[in-house]
């Protein structure tokens, strides 16, 4: 698909009729066009304001609201990690996707981002030709998609503070009715791995619940997150790190060992075969799903096949439903099922997929997941 083919059913007017406000922040004239572009041949979006380094992004803000920030990491004058703090504070429900290309110190420098407030991170392809199928149609792809959820989060979160600039009060017509949660028993069960799907908000949500599940679970732990190569490395460094448990990017025909955690690498898909051995990973370069690879879905359909009704998954915040369908075979073999709630969810696209459907024994908020998973893990249920 080409950046500049307009995506069928994407609608990112809001309910008032306004489009998605953004700022581009970027040192490079011929990106600041490029993502304009690819933005502006998209129903919905209106580019407000652009910058070549942190400080005019500030200045900017300060004189206009604004909904998204796609902003660069290397810029003069001031970089994008340390604009970040400064243009929270001056609106602090303004997202910000952090663009870089992919190397292991834009990783880091990424994973850095998103604790300091950014919300989303995308890679920046090699080149912006529109016939390289796999660099500058994905990332047009992505960002569009990227920039449409988080400008309709910034703006569902109402009136906020744009320097001296109020925002418009965008309303809902009508009162939305939440549509009741269908929960199952959780099985009475130990389960034999625990699997982990995450995207957008992840690599927080992950820290955060791998913290309180530590390393003395008598399960190994597989995780799926969509991350490109190269971040996917320092998020498994960083868990390890953080978290003190033994946590590793996966690799090909690595054997699962109880207490550790193994992290699908970027643009692989992580499945797995039973050996002699044991459960061993298998990466595979097999087609994306649900435009992501690695995709959650495969790695919970790849459990299946061997786990059956062993399995305990657990969905975190992330845009779109991947891992809707892995998890559905999960659950109706007789495996457990948890999701991360919507009040403490980055984006509840997965999270909320499989709780609508009536898939999850337990939905609940972020800092309860950890000590749930514990206590399933043991066998004695919720």
Known sequence: MSATTPLSGVDTQNEAGLPCRVMIADDSIVIRGWIRRALEAQSGFRIVS???????????LRRTPVDVIVLDIEMPV????????????????????????LTSKNAEISLKALSLGATDYIPKPQTLK???????QEFGRDLVEKVRVLGDLARRRGVRMGGAVARPIVRPKAPVEKKKLVLRSMPCFKPEIIAIGSSTGGPQALFEVIKTMGS??????VITQHMPPSFTTILAEHIARQCEVSCKEAQDNDVLKPGHYYIAPGDFHMTFVRKPEGSVVKLTKDPPENFCRPAVDVMMRSLGEIYR??????ILTGMGQDGLKGTQGIVEAGGGLIAQDEATSVVWGMPGAV????????????????????????????
């Open 78 to 101: 001031m970089d994008g990690l340390t604009a970040i703090p400064q243009l929270k504070a001056i609106d602090a429900g303004v997202q910000i996707i952090m663009a870089s290309t």
């Open 216 to 221: 003395s679970l008598s399960q190994p732990v």
């Open 130 to 136: 529109d016939n390289d199928l796999g660099g500058a």
């Open 50 to 60: 652009t910058a070549a380094d942190g400080q005019a992004a500030i200045d900017a």
């Open 309 to 314: 009704n062993k399995i305990l998954a657990v």
């Open 355 to 382: 709780a609508n459907a009536g898939l999850c024994s337990a939905v609940l908020p972020l800092n309860a997941i950890g000590a749930a998973v514990k206590k399933a893990a043991t066998g004695t249920g919720l």
